[in-house]
């Protein structure tokens, strides 16, 4: 499919957040067909871009601090200004990695580390909505983690701040959508720098989480991961608001899926 005929031909997108996730999801929407700005953040492990898009993109600020609001505002509002177009398409890719660590030992620091990417998101959200909403078809992605609708023991902090997401959604889809902004929580499950390591150190472990999942895999961060994140930006869901997403091969609805916390 040509650029020009895909699903988001013509929309103008922006991505916070690069890492596997974000670097899929912003391949796929220049597959897609929309013009694409990148936002990095300043402690994650940065993707390179595929080759075929990788000088697509029309704007890439790096190194944001993705725990202070304001540089985030700061960074949304300069980033559209630079579009000369209205913005279609926010995505939000801001959770911390998970630190696995039991409630009784959860000091308040770890917890603050894991909202104040909560914080960034509402920052991104509020800084983007003047564009989104000029718009008129404004789409919000927020990439949440499957703890934002179930939990796990020894996550307490990413349980929290994967709730929040849920909730900040269902806020902007009941406040923004009189703006035609849908927001909708995407969450993934995907093949990570992360994950690859955990199957080098646990195999076993990892190989009976794999086969615990309904499709049998780990979704591809641009086929599977960025397919979903693309659904969910274009004019196909204009009527699906405040929802919650999961691109995880059905995890979700398998009930409970081993923890590989409990084998570090």
Not at 22 to 28: D, L, M, Q, T, V
Not at 91 to 118: G, I
Not at 189 to 217: G, M, N
Request: proline share 4%.
């Amino acid at each position: 499919m040509s650029a020009a005929h895909g699903l988001l031909a013509g929309r103008v997108a922006l991505v916070v957040g690069l890492d596997e996730i974000g670097a899929g999801i912003a391949n796929r929407f220049v597959r897609e067909g929309a013009r694409v700005a990148l936002l990095s953040i300043d402690d994650e492990r940065q993707v390179a871009l595929d080759d075929d898009v990788a000088g697509k993109f029309i704007a890439n600020e790096i190194g944001i601090p993705a725990a202070d609001p304001d540089s985030v505002a700061l960074a949304i509002r300069d980033t559209v200004a630079k579009l000369a177009a209205p913005l279609d398409v926010l995505v939000c890719n801001l959770l911390s990695a998970a630190a696995p660590r039991l409630l009784e030992h959860l000091d308040t620091m770890a917890l603050d580390v894991a909202l104040s990417r909560v914080r960034s998101t509402v920052a991104a959200m509020r800084a983007a909505l003047p564009a989104l909403r000029d718009s008129g078809r404004g789409r919000i992605v927020l990439v949440g983690h499957r703890y934002g609708e179930s939990v796990s023991e020894a996550l307490g902090a990413y349980n929290a701040a994967a709730w929040s997401l849920v909730g900040l959604a269902r806020t902007a889809a009941l406040e923004w959508g009189q703006y035609q902004i849908a927001t909708n929580v995407l969450l993934p499950l995907t093949q990570t720098a992360e994950f690859d390591d955990a199957r080098t150190r646990r195999p076993k472990v990892i190989d009976l989480l794999v086969s615990q999942l309904p499709l049998r895999r780990v979704g591809h961060p641009i086929e599977d991961i960025g397919g979903a994140a693309a659904f969910l930006a274009s004019d196909a869901v204009c009527f699906v608001n405040g929802q919650v997403v999961c691109a995880d091969g059905g995890q979700q609805v398998a009930g409970p899926v081993l923890n590989p916390a409990r084998f570090t």
